[in-house]
């Protein structure tokens, strides 16, 4: 099994910031893959599998935080994270 290390920087353009129904949604998508997935802001890093790791980011409009993703579907997982960042969490 090979491991893939995997880190971007990704911004939240929802206007309430990182609230509750953009963090579930981004629970349920992260919680699809094997991989560790992180969210750090400001040199604290939170697992995006948690909803209540996720809101105490306080991750407001405009921040900019840092997406880590490590394990076997790194590369999907994030490609399917940063395009939610991308399209405002709106799923098609």
Do not use: C, W, Y
């Not at 090979?2 to 990704?10: I, P, R, S, W, Y």
């Not at 911004?11 to 910031?17: I, N």
Request: aromatic share 6%; proline share 1%.
């Amino acid at each position: 099994m090979t491991n893939f290390k995997f880190e971007t920087t990704v911004q939240v353009l929802t206007e309430s910031g990182l609230h509750a129904r953009p963090a579930g949604i981004l629970v349920k998508v992260a919680s699809q893959f094997k991989s560790k997935v992180e969210l750090e802001k400001n040199g604290v890093k939170k697992n995006a599998k948690s909803i209540m790791s996720l809101l105490s980011l306080g991750a407001l409009h405009g921040d900019h935080l840092n997406l880590i993703i490590e394990g076997e579907d790194a590369e999907a997982a994030e490609m399917e994270i940063k395009k939610l960042f991308q399209n405002i969490f709106e799923i098609s």
